[in-house]
């Protein structure tokens, strides 16, 4: 298939899964790339077209075993023209459930046809000193497996004809997907005194939860708990208080221990 560019697409609030999409598509090892950050709120206002000879990369994280809810809109708006894609979903080292599935059906049912497929570890979000979850995921072993997935891309791409050939793609998950889980407060963060109102937080916030005048206020209705203020704090003024959250990250400190490796599906 002679693929003229790649669209690289990723929400990730915490940066693991841009990381594993950069390394896949440099993999993938063609000139024309062009990056789609979707994390921040107006880039979701974008709608995205893809064309028959661009290669989509798509990344997200997977939250509770799905796509992030807030995605949906975004993804759903997507016209692509019989364009191969490739399904990545990043995980925090216990589970991707249904969210691979998912995420290739959604883009199939916007034109896309999955060409390949995988699962990638990243750091936990709810990651913290004291809770340790898949720190510093993707490591240098992740990446390299993540480049090399790429170059398998590919060889599949070139050996085929046309994107009418691509074979049906099989990944895991199960129908129906996995229950959204509800009834968790994201009433979570504990703000310091060490807290400079610098606003990082606030660019940062993929939902526009923070309060553009006082750093210190989350709104909880908007919070997706997915930790970028936590994590990108240069003052580690940010930090999960006692909550069901906390509650989470410990359970998942002590039962998520054993390194899971990336798969691929091709
Ligand atoms: C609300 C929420 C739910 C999550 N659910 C899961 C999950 O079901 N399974 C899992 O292994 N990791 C889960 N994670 C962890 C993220 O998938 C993981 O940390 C991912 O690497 C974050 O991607 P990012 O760095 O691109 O933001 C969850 C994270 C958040 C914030």
New binding site residues.
Partial sequence: MDIQSVKVA?????????TVAQAVAQGIGLNNVEQIDITQPGARKQPLKVASNDLLVAAV?????RVPGLLMGWLQSIEADNSPCVCIA????????DALLELKETLEKQGCKAVAGAGYI?????SAEDTPIAVSRPDEDDLKHAQAFGAKIKEKLDSLASADRIPALEVPGNHPYKEMVGGISADFIEVSEACTQCGICEDLCPTNAIDYENDVMVDVDSC?????CIKGCPENARSMKASKVKEIAKWLADNCKEPKQPVNFL
Avoid at 61 to 65: F, K, Q, R
Avoid at 90 to 97: A, L, Q, S
Avoid at 224 to 228: L, T, V, W
């Fill in positions: 990723y929400f990730s609030p915490t940066g693991t899964s841009k994280p997977v939250y509770a075993g990043v995980y925090g080292n216990r589970e991707f459930d990243g750091e936990h979000s709810f997706i708990r997915c930790c970028a």
